[in-house]
């Protein structure tokens, strides 16, 4: 009997979100999409991996992202759950909406169990943000990109070096495009939307006559499992946080995997002085507000070392590695893991004016969801026709 061909070249691109890191990298594609001539129908699928207001409709409303047209509210639970969750829910829309193809953006748990589903089921899978490597297994997200990246049919990357990445696991060179970075995309486009700082500090209900801004602060976050699941790293983490914050106010906004942590282990003393504010998981345009005034960023996020790059702030990552080195050998980013000796200097540089200052990388321009866009038009349109048996 011939079955009605499937998967389907002119269906709708299923485009999957889950976790924060995810929807500033989104917002442009979907846009893009949606420009694109002829258009690209696109549905946004939502795991719900990330749910809290503030780690989600915060964001959803700054980025203009749409409402999702399917949420899978899988919520959290151990990777294993998390990740079967995603794929028994995803499957059913799937066979439901019939996708030209499913692009997953990043490295989440929701990233990988969404690419697993659709490529056995014969779905061509373009993963954005692909060939970055950490060279560190112990890193959730490092499995996730191994994983989606050999499978994903289309690999659109943001730097050069991950095209060396994905040689030497053997994959196919015409398989990766160089399109730039969409995350970029996000920060240009939003750049004049950012909320000044101080508003979001009076809105964090931070004292401004006592937290005084105007003569530089430093921007923290947190949030890596190897930093802040354990409290004999993150005690002394936060210990060295306090003694520089005497030498330049810091504002900390807390991951909720953090928060549950500096109170589970008796740390909350070491955040709850003068010079160092707590501030809730905060939206784009504040964290944008935020990083732009900065004097210096510390952080183990991914995306923020990419944003204070294209920003020209210097910031000290917080981890012994990282997957986009780009960042350190053309941006403002220096490696300083947990080492109190290591941060102290580079921010002890950054504060006598000797801070990196760096450049803009290749193709991080604004324009990176548009080139997916049309490469994956093209793609799409002349995709040899499927089997129909
Ligand atoms: C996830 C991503 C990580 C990304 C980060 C950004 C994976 C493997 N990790 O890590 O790459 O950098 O998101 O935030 O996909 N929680 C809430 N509310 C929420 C979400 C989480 O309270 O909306 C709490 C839950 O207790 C949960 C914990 O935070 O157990 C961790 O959340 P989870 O999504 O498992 O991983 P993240 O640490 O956020």
């Not at 979907?30 to 699928?45: G, I, K, T, W």
């Not at 101080?198 to 006559?209: A, T």
């Not at 300083?336 to 102290?344: C, K, L, N, P, Y």
Request: net charge negative.
């Amino acid at each position: 009997m011939k079955r009605d061909p499937w998967p389907s070249v002119r269906g709708p691109v299923l485009c999957v979100v889950g976790a924060r890191p995810n929807f500033m990298k989104m917002a442009p594609i979907l846009r893009a999409l949606a420009a694109h001539e002829p258009s690209l129908p696109s549905l946004l699928v939502h795991t719900g991996q990330h749910y809290d207001a503030d780690m989600n409709d915060k964001l959803f409303v700054d980025l203009r992202l749409p409402s999702p047209d399917i949420n899978l509210e899988v919520g959290s639970g151990t990777h294993a759950v998390q990740t079967a969750e995603v794929m028994r829910r995803f499957e059913p829309v799937l066979d439901a909406h019939r996708p030209s193809c499913v692009l997953v953006v990043g490295d989440v748990n929701s990233t990988l169990a969404c690419t697993l589903v659709a490529s056995k089921k014969g779905v061509p899978v373009a993963h954005v943000e692909a060939g970055l490597r950490s060279y560190d297994r112990s890193m959730p997200e490092e499995i996730n990109r191994v994983l989606t990246d050999q499978i994903a049919d289309l690999l659109y990357t943001t730097e050069r070096v991950a095209h060396d990445n994905l040689a030497r696991e053997g994959i196919d060179a015409s398989r990766a495009h160089f399109v730039g970075n969409v995350m970029i995309d996000s920060l240009l486009a939003n750049r004049g939307l950012a909320v000044p700082p101080q508003e979001s500090l009076r809105r964090g209900g931070v004292d401004l006559s006592a937290f005084d801004v105007s003569r530089g602060y430093g921007v923290v976050t947190l949030h890596r499992p190897s930093n802040v699941d354990d409290a004999a790293a993150l005690g002394p983490l936060l210990e060295v946080l306090r003694d520089l914050s005497e030498r330049l106010p810091l504002v900390f906004a807390l991951h909720p995997r953090t928060r549950g942590n500096i109170e589970r282990f008796g740390l909350s003393p070491l955040v709850s002085g003068g010079s160092i504010a707590v501030l809730p998981p905060q939206g784009y345009l504040e964290m944008l507000g935020l990083m732009s005034h900065a004097s210096l960023v510390l952080t183990d996020s991914g995306g923020m070392q990419e944003e204070t790059t294209a920003l020209g702030v210097p910031c000290l990552t917080l981890r012994e590695n990282t997957e986009r080195p780009i960042t350190i050998d053309q941006g403002t980013n220096t490696l300083v893991g947990r080492d109190r000796g290591a941060i102290e200097r580079a921010f002890g540089e950054i504060m006598s004016g000797h801070g990196k200052r760096g450049r803009v990388p290749e193709l991080w321009d604004g324009r990176a969801a548009e080139r997916i866009a049309a490469h994956l038009g093209d793609w799409l349109a002349h995709r040899p026709a499927l089997a129909t048996t």
